[in-house]
C-alpha cells in the first residue's frame, strides 16, 4: 500500500487544493478529515467526515481509519485543525508539534502569557471578559489599544479604540461576531486588549525542522496598518529590508516559536519593526492563508504546500532562489452589500507583469468588510523583475476595478470613530 498523508481541513479551507495537489505530485495518497459530507473522493484520496466540535470521537475515528493504511504524515491545514492534527500525529509516532505548543499558537492571551514568561518583547496586554469590558470600559493598557476575539484570524474582529468611547464601541460590535462563532466557553466572552505599536508590518513563512528555523520568505506590506480595522492588502516579495534586518526578524520568530514548544512544520509570523526592535503580532503553526502561498513558488522554486508535505513525510528538501519579484493583492471588499458585479478585470489583467486575477466570490454573494467578514473578494497576483515593480503593477491593476453591489436595507449600523465604513452586524 502506497504512503499517505492525512490532510485535516476545513471544507472551506483555500488550502485544501493546493495540499492535494502537493500530495498527489509527490506520488502520495491522500485522507481528506473535514466535517463536509461532500469530499473529495477518488481512487488517490478517501475522505473521512467527523465534527470538530466533538474532538475526542474525531480523534478515534482518525486513528481508526489509520490503522488500514501506512500513514506518513499528519497535516492540519489550518487554525482549527492544528491542535488536532498534532495529536493524531503524535499517537502515531510521527513528525509533530506537542499540542499544548499549538495551542499557544492559536490562543492570543496565552500566547502573550508565553512570550512575556519567555523574557520577549511583547506589548502591555489584558485579558478580560466582553461583558465586563462593556459594562466597566476602563481597563490597564492605555491608549491608543487595540481589542480582538483571542481566537479569530485574518485580523476578524480586531479594532483600534484611541479612547474609552471607541474602546466601548469596539467591544459592541466585536461580543456578536463571537455569538456567531461556535466557540469553546473560554474563548466565546473573552477579548485580549493590547497597546498599539507603530511601525511597518511584515509576513514571515517559514518551516521548523526539529527545532531549526528555515525562513522561506519575508513579504512587505507596503500599506500603513494604522486602524480602524487592520485589512491584509499587498503583500511584496521578497523584502526589500536590509539582511541585517530580516535575519533579526527570522531569530525573533524563532526565539518566539522556541517559547512555546514549537518544533516542526510550517510557521506563519506577524510582526512589526517599531523603533528598530521587532514586535511579534501573531504566530501561526500553519501555512499562510488565502491564495498567497503561490507565491512562495517565486521565491524557493517549489509550492509551499509541497514544502510542508515533503518535510512532513522525510523527504530531503533543496531550496533554490529566484530571481523574480512577486506579488499578491487581497482584494479588499469596500463596503457591505450584495455583489452584483466585478468591472475592470480585463483591463487590469493587461498591466505589465499582472500574471492573475481570480475573483472568489460569486455574482449575488452577500459581501461582508472587516472587521465582521472572513473572507476577500479575491487576488491579483503579479511577478516582475523587482519588487517594486510588482507593487507598482499590483495597485495600478487594483485601480482598474469598479466592485458594483447593491445594499442591504433595515440593517442595524455600528460605526467607529474615524473609520472609512461601517459594517452592518
Known amino acids: 500500500m502506497k504512503p499517505s498523508v492525512v490532510l485535516i481541513a476545513p471544507y ?157 464601541l469596539a467591544c459592541a460590535r466585536i461580543q456578536p461576531i463571537l455569538q456567531a462563532e461556535s466557540l469553546p466557553d473560554e474563548e466565546a466572552d473573552r477579548i485580549l486588549i493590547e497597546q498599539y505599536i507603530p511601525g511597518r508590518e511584515y509576513a514571515f513563512e517559514g518551516i521548523l525542522q526539529n527545532g531549526k528555523m528555515t525562513r522561506l520568505i519575508l513579504f512587505d506590506k507596503p500599506d500603513p496598518l494604522e486602524g480602524p480595522f487592520f485589512e491584509e492588502t499587498y503583500y511584496i516579495m521578497p523584502s526589500r529590508l536590509p539582511e541585517e534586518q530580516q535575519q533579526q526578524v527570522s531569530d525573533t520568530v524563532g526565539l518566539a516559536c522556541a517559547a512555546y514548544g514549537l518544533r516542526e512544520g510550517p510557521v506563519h509570523a506577524e510582526v512589526r519593526l517599531h523603533e528598530g526592535q521587532v514586535w511579534i503580532l501573531e504566530i501561526a503553526a500553519r501555512t499562510i492563508g488565502g491564495q498567497c502561498a503561490r507565491l512562495l513558488r517565486f521565491g524557493t522554486g517549489r509550492n509551499l504546500e509541497e514544502l510542508v508535505v515533503m518535510y512532513a513525510s522525510g523527504y530531503h528538501v533543496e531550496l533554490s532562489e529566484q530571481d523574480s519579484a512577486g506579488g499578491v493583492l487581497m482584494i479588499p471588499i469596500p463596503r457591505h452589500g450584495i455583489l452584483r458585479r466585478v468591472e475592470g478585470v480585463m483591463a487590469a489583467l493587461k498591466i505589465p507583469y499582472i500574471e492573475d486575477l481570480e475573483i472568489s466570490m460569486r455574482e449575488g454573494y452577500e459581501l461582508v468588510p472587516l472587521p465582521e467578514g472572513d473572507s476577500y473578494l479575491g487576488f491579483i497576483f503579479a511577478r516582475a523583475p523587482t519588487a517594486d515593480l510588482a507593487e507598482q503593477a499590483l495597485r495600478e491593476a487594483h485601480a482598474c476595478l469598479r466592485i458594483i453591489t447593491t445594499p442591504i436595507l433595515g440593517m442595524q449600523q455600528i460605526a467607529i470613530p474615524n473609520a472609512d465604513r461601517a459594517s452592518a452586524v
Open 12 to 168: 472551506s479551507s483555500y488550502r485544501l487544493v493546493p495540499y492535494l495537489q502537493a500530495i498527489e505530485a509527490l506520488d502520495l495518497l491522500a485522507i481528506v478529515v473535514s466535517q463536509s459530507r461532500q469530499m473529495p473522493i477518488s481512487n488517490r484520496i478517501t475522505g473521512l467526515h467527523v465534527d470538530f466540535a466533538e474532538a475526542e470521537q474525531a480523534f478515534e475515528k482518525i486513528l481508526a481509519i489509520a490503522e488500514s493504511c501506512t500513514v506518513v504524515a499528519v497535516i492540519g491545514s489550518d487554525d482549527s485543525t492544528v491542535a488536532l492534527s498534532a495529536r493524531v500525529a503524535e499517537a502515531l509516532g510521527l513528525v509533530h508539534n506537542d499540542p499544548d505548543a499549538v495551542r499557544y499558537s492559536r490562543r492570543k492571551d496565552l500566547a502573550r502569557d508565553c512570550l512575556q514568561k519567555a523574557g520577549l518583547r511583547v506589548p502591555r496586554f489584558q485579558c478580560l471578559s466582553i461583558r465586563d469590558a462593556l459594562g466597566n470600559p476602563d481597563h490597564s493598557v492605555g491608549y491608543p489599544c487595540v481589542v480582538k476575539p483571542v481566537s479569530l484570524s485574518g485580523s476578524r474582529g480586531v479594532i483600534r479604540a484611541n479612547t474609552p468611547e471607541e474602546f466601548r
